[in-house]
């Protein structure tokens, strides 16, 4: 699972219909197969989610540093 970005959603109090609405996902459960990493998130997603987050790709997808 993505911990960090799980974390982050929390921390920061987005909900998963706000993420889901903006990524254009038809239901929240959609969301949630992304997050728990049973789906895939596409480039485009990635890229969305970290402008919501205002944070570094790396940071909230990768739980190592990238050397």
């Known amino acids: 699972m ?3 970005l ?3 959603r929390q921390e920061k ?3 998963v219909k706000d993420i889901a609405e903006k ?3 038809k239901t929240e459960s ?3 197969k992304k997050e728990t990493e049973r789906v895939p998130f596409t480039l485009e997603e990635v890229k969305i989610i970290a402008e ?6 790396e ?5 190592k540093e990238l050397s």
Do not use: C, V
Not at 52 to 57: E, N, R
Not at 59 to 63: K, L, P
């Open 30 to 32: 959609a969301y949630y």
């Open 6 to 8: 799980r974390k982050l």
């Open 52 to 57: 919501m987050f205002d944070m570094p790709i």
């Open 23 to 25: 990524l254009e996902l």
């Open 13 to 15: 109090n987005i909900k």
């Open 59 to 63: 940071y909230i997808f990768f739980e």
């Open 2 to 4: 993505f911990k960090n």
